[in-house]
């Protein structure tokens, strides 16, 4: 079966560190997405990619960045990680906007 | 800016009970409308979408969709414990737009 899976599960790292989320998706969706979800602010879009080699800047992509160098794979990278971005983060991959999103399990990042 | 508007709860209904759960947006242009649900330390899970006016009706769930009034709603017939969660409004145009989501808890 085709899914959406998120690696790791639970990461803890320390101020300033570079982290890096995987994303990987069998459903050979074009459309790839991250989200972080907080207490009090619902879903917020940080980056997604519509294609190979496409990357587009969320509402909140400062100090995260992604690349796209096949369909399967859309790895989030926090440059240098701040406490304001522990979270838990969310990928999730679409064929087209109408059919809705499928969502992995989720990665929990605590920064220290 | 486009938004989604949804009450954030806690909403209780009774085992067995109708849940009504109610979403607004702000974009005229929005084109297809998603109910997610996401339980406690779980991702969402789509559970319907919508793109006429009217109802739509799938098991036990229900969505309603008035597009000159800009509101999408929810129903959930013969609620269940498992039922309890919180429950996800999004509208598309050219992008997803989120709401913030309505916890639902339903009593035994």
């Known amino acids: 079966d085709a899914e959406i899976t998120q690696s790791p599960r639970h990461k803890i790292t320390e101020t300033g560190r570079q982290v890096t989320l995987a994303c990987h998706q069998t459903w050979n969706h074009n459309n790839m997405f991250w989200y972080r979800q907080d207490l009090g602010h619902g879903l917020r879009l940080i980056h997604y990619?519509?294609?190979?080699?496409?990357?587009n800047k969320g509402e909140v992509s400062d100090g995260y960045s992604v690349s796209r160098s096949n369909t399967e794979d859309l790895p989030l990278t926090l440059e240098s990680a701040a406490s304001s971005q522990t979270s838990v983060y969310f990928c999730?991959?679409?064929?087209?906007?109408?059919?809705?999103?499928?969502f992995g399990s989720g990665t929990r990042l605590t920064v220290v | 800016q486009k938004e989604v508007e949804q009450n954030s709860g806690p909403l209780s209904v009774p085992e067995g009970a109708i849940a009504s759960l109610n979403c607004t947006y702000s974009d005229r242009g929005s084109q297809s409308f998603f109910w997610y649900r996401q339980y406690s330390g779980k991702s969402p899970e789509l559970i319907m979408f919508i793109y006429s006016n009217g109802d739509k009706e799938d098991g036990r769930f229900t969505a309603q969709l008035n597009k000159a009034s800009q509101y999408v709603s929810l129903l959930i017939r013969d609620s269940q414990p498992s039922d309890s969660a919180t429950y996800l409004c999004a509208v598309i145009n050219y992008q997803l737009i989120w709401g913030a989501g309505t916890k639902l808890i339903i009593k035994p």
């Open positions: 990619s519509y294609g190979v080699q496409d990357t």
């Open positions: 999730a991959s679409s064929e087209s906007g109408t059919y809705g999103y499928t």
